[in-house]
């Protein structure tokens, strides 16, 4: 059984933007904090945002201005808006519900930034 699926990544110049849609059953979803993951080639995989069932939010420094997290709790469905790419934002993104721990993992959609 398939609780949350990614989508929207691809391949984007630099500078370019991507929004990432993670799509989830409404018992994964509702009341429960959402986020988004990404591991880039030989590096550990960590947290770039969250969203509390509050809609508060939290970002890693290294994004923080460049990408906004957002959930539409009638389509249970999360977001994650990217602008201003980099190189260094090349990673497969990992949806996930629940943090600290994750409770349940998407199966990721490759994002890759070209110079």
């Known amino acids: 059984q398939v609780q949350l699926v990614e989508s929207g990544g691809g391949l984007v110049q630099a500078g370019g933007s991507l929004r990432l849609s993670c799509a989830a059953s409404?018992?994964?979803?509702?009341?429960?904090?959402m986020g988004w993951y990404r591991q880039a080639p030989g590096k550990q995989r960590e947290l770039v945002a969250y969203?509390?069932?509050?809609?508060?939010?939290w970002y890693v420094g290294s994004i923080k201005g460049r990408f906004t997290i957002a959930r539409d709790d009638t389509k249970n469905t999360l977001y994650l808006q990217m602008n201003s790419l980099k190189p260094e934002d090349t990673a497969v993104y990992y949806c996930?519900?629940?943090?600290?721990?994750?409770?349940?993992w998407g199966q990721g959609t490759q994002v890759t930034v070209s110079s």
């Open positions: 409404r018992s994964i979803f509702s009341g429960n904090i």
């Open positions: 969203i509390s069932a509050s809609h508060g939010t």
């Open positions: 996930a519900a629940g943090i600290s721990p994750v409770t349940r």
